[in-house]
């Protein structure tokens, strides 16, 4: 291969760097030639474990200098190693195992009829073990390296981070095409995850980030849009479609910062990629693919009765198709078998001319950039006595097994197999597994079963940080899989569990509520963390500013003092946290139930309170207790207005969930996670500057009045970096003046907005954190008692401010209880839907607890 015999031409440029040091071109090849002599001169069957070490490098670099067809493998399975051993009888091992053999010379002769044309051999499908093989040429390495090379401009003084494996193609392509092209590779097995990672990056001063789907919600939860990498050139994706809002979001972080996103697409049988989107067009067109690679070409076949004749499914030619598939030692002696290559992806061609991939064929399916097959997976499970049926998911690989499996075990299994992280794999009990009349799974219906609920696994042991949040969220189904999300926290629960999460780990990371509660524990303890001092401590933002708000709410109401401005500050927050809970969904419907139960929590102890007060005192009206006085505005009811604030926030939630539940709605929202709430804001904005031409102060529901904080207070949540993060101060800094014609109380908002928009926490000490959070907690509640506390003792008013919130504090924990009982007296939900014509009526096994 051309680019492996011109290594030495590159001269004393850098071609490795390793924490150890960098190796240049001249020393890597002379390793080559070494390696390559202790291999031998005539072809046999090389096996080589693919590591991100530079043994592994030199060693794939030297079997292709010798002209050996290579059968590169993972390095992290053992059983998978051992099948393809197995199944292809390699002639020569080259690997660090613990077996001790670094090259193993199984036999002089090859036992093979070896293809001249062969190169390389690569699993079609991540590491499963399947013996289902991909036959690559020299040419197909060759081509694809150079098309790379081109479309990403790679110069001779890139350096590329090894952040993917080298076994698989998608890091393979990072290892030839910069090696091709003189370039440099900082070689590491460091995950992004790891703060050492990013010391490498820096240090050696790379240019170029590779990363699958799931690398980029590890680079979420490191906070890469705030790193410095003042030599990054361009980050690259592949292995599995990035959401489209992603794909906008880290353009336009790139943008900013200076660097490039490139989104390729590929397979294994191209030799790595078939298209790539230009950075310019990642913006305005995120769900597309891109255009075919240089050399390379796309067509459409026709699909039978699809519906859309503009869809087909997408075949690819160019010099990087493989020369065909190898399912046994045989099929090594063919030459090339195909020309073209049938992706099995649905896709058309836009009107501008990019391609956009809609859909899939068969039921492969890439989970966190590996190519699953689940019938493969069907057939492991199979062999350890499961019965089971699998389909791929949103991220997750779904295997449906007979109600009597341990879901533990199963997910043990696959995860160990396969190589997907537990967290990716949700095992669903069912009693029966849906199949068609002729015995073939029925993958309609078991999709249909795994879109609602799944049963609760075992709950986690005592002892560790699970046993918290089971008591916090009062769940027995608390896996460290599971986030705070996932466990249906909310804005109220979200208060406590920071609190006590901050008292156990010290300092939380900003998005410690979407973090799987294992990743959150590792993300306190990294290495090089410094010890915390004993005293000082930090406090969520929004829980310090809930918790001051209500203090100054009763104490102007008292009046103790008048610094007005904290029930709508309460607004913005609320709009805040309904961004980070209950937008968190992964469907339509699970955001739904979220927002339902959010109005269920206030709804019901605010008429619970109202009623209770009504049995005592005429102070309160129907129209109060129906939520309904900013609508209906009763003379008879001067002190309906108590409750505007509750009004306001139920009617936006209400309002919001009627409007994203409309399909479409829904998907504007999710590719526009920025932009929609603003937009919103501009649309609200209509009440607060009396657009409507009535008394908006008094003839319009405070909700369509003060609305807008709401929506800048959502926005201010999905800001992602400083432009948008000062769009929205400067929202808020040109919209709140005006709005009271009280400068002190309208400052105040302000502040709280840029507070909430710029930092995530504020300094704080340890009994302050006990203080807000119980305050912050139960703010909703002390909001609604204190109107029947302070008016009885206005003349000892630092009583009357200790009674209010003593009350409040009080009524939130007897409300705490009730939903704690109400939860134990709710019948288990049953799963399972009754078959459509022509299938079985399911009925779904009990929750295994």
Excluded at 35 to 62: F, H, I, K, M, P
Excluded at 661 to 672: A, I, Q, T
Aim: hydrophobic share 45%; glycine share 8%; net charge neutral.
């Amino acid at each position: 291969m051309p680019f492996v015999r011109d290594l030495a031409t590159h001269g004393e440029r850098t071609a490795i760097v390793t924490r150890d040091g960098e190796i240049s071109y001249t020393d890597l090849a002379a390793r080559v030639a070494r390696t390559a002599e202790q291999l031998g001169v005539g072809r046999r069957l090389v096996l080589v474990v693919g590591a991100n070490t530079v043994d592994s490098l030199v060693a794939y670099l030297a079997a292709m200098h010798a002209g050996h067809p290579v059968l590169l493998v993972p390095d992290d399975r053992a059983s998978a190693l051992a099948g393809l051993i197995e199944a292809y009888d390699p002639d020569v091992l080259v690997g660090a195992a613990d077996e001790g053999w670094q090259v193993e010379h199984r036999r002089a002769a090859s036992v093979h009829d070896l293809h001249p044309d062969l190169a390389l051999l690569l699993s079609t499908s991540g590491s499963t073990g399947s013996p289902k093989l991909v036959r690559l040429s020299h040419t197909n390495l060759q081509a694809n390296a150079e098309a790379i090379g081109e479309y990403l401009e790679i110069r001779d003084t890139d350096r590329a981070a090894t952040s993917l494996p080298l076994h698989y193609c998608y890091g393979l392509s990072v290892v030839n095409s910069h090696l091709a092209r003189g370039a440099a590779l900082v070689l590491t097995d460091l995950s992004v995850a790891d703060t050492c990672f990013w010391e490498l990056f820096r240090d050696a001063r790379a240019t170029t980030l590779a990363g699958v789907p799931y690398t980029f919600d590890l680079l979420d939860r490191v906070n890469f849009a705030a790193m410095d990498l003042p030599h990054l050139r361009y980050v690259t994706q592949a292995g599995g479609r990035l959401a489209p809002d992603r794909v906008r979001r880290y353009a336009e972080l790139g943008r900013s910062a200076g660097w490039d996103l490139f989104v390729m697409y590929g397979q294994t049988e191209a030799t790595a990629r078939m298209a790539y989107l230009p950075p310019d067009l990642a913006f305005d067109h995120p769900t597309a693919i891109g255009v075919p690679v240089p050399g390379g070409d796309f067509r459409l076949a026709p699909v039978a009765d699809h519906p859309d004749p503009e869809v087909g499914e997408l075949v690819y030619a160019g010099p990087n198709v493989m020369l065909g598939y190898a399912h046994s030692p045989a099929d090594l002696a063919l030459g090339r078998t195909v020309d073209e290559l049938y992706t099995g992806d649905l896709a058309r061609r836009t009107a501008t001319g990019v391609w956009e991939i809609v859909g899939r064929r068969s039921r492969f399916a890439k989970i966190l950039g590996l190519r699953i097959d689940p019938q493969q997976v069907e057939a492991l499970l199979s062999a350890h006595d499961v019965t089971a049926s699998c389909i791929g998911g949103d991220g997750e690989l779904i295997v449906a097994t007979l109600g009597d499996e341990d879901p533990r075990r199963v997910r043990r299994l696959v995860a160990g197999e396969v190589g997907l992280p537990p967290r990716a794999v949700r095992v669903l009990p069912l009693a029966e597994l849906p199949r068609l009349a002729s015995g073939k799974p029925d993958l309609v219906t078991l999709r249909e079963l795994a879109a609602e609920e799944t049963p609760p696994p075992p709950a986690a042991p005592a002892g560790d940080l699970c046993t918290l949040y089971a008591e916090v969220l009062d769940r027995t189904d608390v896996t460290p899989d599971r986030s705070f999300v996932d466990l249906g926290g909310d804005s109220l629960s979200y208060v406590e569990m920071s609190v006590r999460l901050e008292r156990e780990l010290g300092e939380l990371p900003a998005d410690w509520h979407t973090l799987p509660i294992a990743d959150l524990r590792r993300s306190t303890a990294a290495p090089g963390r410094a010890p915390r001092p004993r005293r000082r401590r930090s406090l969520e933002t929004s829980v310090a500013l809930r918790a001051a708000a209500i203090v100054l709410i009763v104490g102007s109401h008292i009046p103790l003092f008048t610094l007005t401005g904290g029930a709508h500050l309460l607004l913005a927050v609320a709009g805040f946290n309904f961004a980070r809970f209950q937008l968190t969904g992964a469907r339509r419907g699970e955001r739904l139930r979220q927002i339902g139960a959010s109005l269920l929590r206030i709804v019901l102890p605010t008429v619970a309170w109202i009623g209770a007060v009504m049995l005592v005192n005429d102070q309160y009206r129907l129209s109060t207790l129906l939520l309904a006085n900013s609508i209906l505005r009763p003379d008879d009811a001067p002190h309906g207005w108590h409750f505007w604030f509750v009004e306001a926030v139920v009617y936006l939630l209400v309002a919001l969930a009627a409007l994203l539940g409309l399909r479409r709605v829904d998907r504007w929202e999710r590719r526009h996670p920025f932009a929609f709430p603003l937009g919103l804001t501009a649309v609200a904005l209509l009440g607060r500057y009396n657009v409507f031409g009535v008394d908006a102060g008094h003839d319009l529901p405070a909700a369509l009045v003060a609305g807008w904080l709401f929506t800048l207070g959502w926005a201010a949540a999905r800001a992602d970096g400083v432009r948008q993060r000062l769009l929205v101060t400067l929202a808020a800094v040109a919209t709140v003046p005006g709005f009271f014609g009280q400068p002190a109380r309208e400052a105040l908002i302000v502040a709280g907005f840029a507070l909430l928009t710029w930092l995530p926490t504020v300094p704080s000490l340890g009994v302050l954190n006990k203080v807000a959070g119980v305050l912050a907690g139960s703010s909703l509640y002390i909001y609604l008692t204190h109107w029947q506390v302070f008016p009885h003792l206005r003349e000892l008013p630092l009583v009357a401010l200790a009674a209010s919130l003593a009350l409040g504090i009080a009524y939130g924990a007897l409300v705490s209880r009730v939903w704690r009982w109400a939860a134990t007296r709710r019948p288990a939900r049953p799963r399972g839907a009754a078959g459509r014509r022509g299938r079985s009526a399911l009925r779904p096994a009990p929750a295994r607890r």
